[in-house]
């Protein structure tokens, strides 16, 4: 299944210190309006993907719910991304009645000194609030991102999540796009080790657990282990578009492949040479001759971040191939 992620906003109430989207207080100029957001839906309902609205914060888009029902009615299955801290009982009820089938919140740490530190004074109490609200009204997952700073909470997450009935936990590696920083990234050598962490600890958890943008976990995972995952999706099973309508092979990579703006979606996401290349694994360096180009491939927004060329060799592996 192709997967979606649909930067709404820019717009967002807090200002996190690696925020992918340098995400603002209010919209930006040229955020697609409803109508072409609409198009947009229309444009993608031949292939059913799964749709992740996300931001900013998409809380504070207007038109969430009239874009939500829209796609719903058309057969496409919305998940929303938030960082959970304007859900009030009433919002979460209307999350749910929109049909939106899971919500992600994002959390830096197993309680208010970690988490507070990255996204501001107070927003751990106002997001276990958003969570409390949530739950049994719609599921949810949690979504940690893995930095120098946050690398020792993994196993606190773990409980945090269980204890709080979340329905997954994603962990997301940190890339230095936005505003997160190339020091906050951990090593390829300690990236391997927390890989190892947390398939230890899925093997005495009933979670659902995805690891993002540590490809390297393909290669890691025991023979016929069903549950995490692996592998570089980006321009393979999931892209992405921005507030403005551009399209890139993923929100890490800052690679633009198209306009919705000039092209329908469908002729973006089949001619793109760009995306043509990374389906086809054109990889270079040692990702290219690696005995797991095909189910790792490097994480690519990390290879761009650093080296300046998408196709090029992940940094973040230790491996020598």
Known sequence: ???????????????????????????????????????????????????????????LRPDLFTIVRHAVSLGIRVSLASNGTLITPELAREIADSGVSRVSISLDGADAAMHDLARGQGSFERSMKGIENLRGVVDFQINFTVSRKSQSEIARIFDLAERLGARALHFFFLVPTGRGREEEVVSAER????????????????LEVQ????????????????????????????????????????????????????????????????????????LKGKCGRCDYSRSCGGCRARAYALTGDYLQSDPSCRLEA
């Open 211 to 282: 690891v993002t943008c540590a490809p390297q976990y393909a290669r890691l995972k025991e023979p016929g282990h069903g549950r995490g995952s692996g592998g570089c999706l980006a321009g393979r099973r999931f892209v992405f578009v921005s507030r403005k309508g551009e399209v890139y092979p993923c929100g890490y990579l800052p690679l633009k492949v198209g306009s919705l703006r000039e092209k329908n979606f469908i002729e973006i996401w089949k001619n793109s040479p760009e995306l043509q290349a990374l389906r086809e694994g054109r």
């Open 1 to 59: 299944m192709l997967i979606i992620a649909w930067e709404l906003t820019a717009a967002c109430n807090l200002s996190c210190q690696y925020c992918r989207a340098s995400a603002t207080h209010g919209p930006d100029q040229g955020e697609l309006d409803t109508d072409e957001a609409i198009r947009f839906l229309e444009s993608i309902a031949p292939l059913q993907p799964m749709l992740i609205l996300s931001g900013g914060e998409p809380l």
């Open 191 to 206: 990236q391997e080790e927390l890989l190892r962490q947390i398939e230890g600890e899925m093997d005495r958890r009933t």
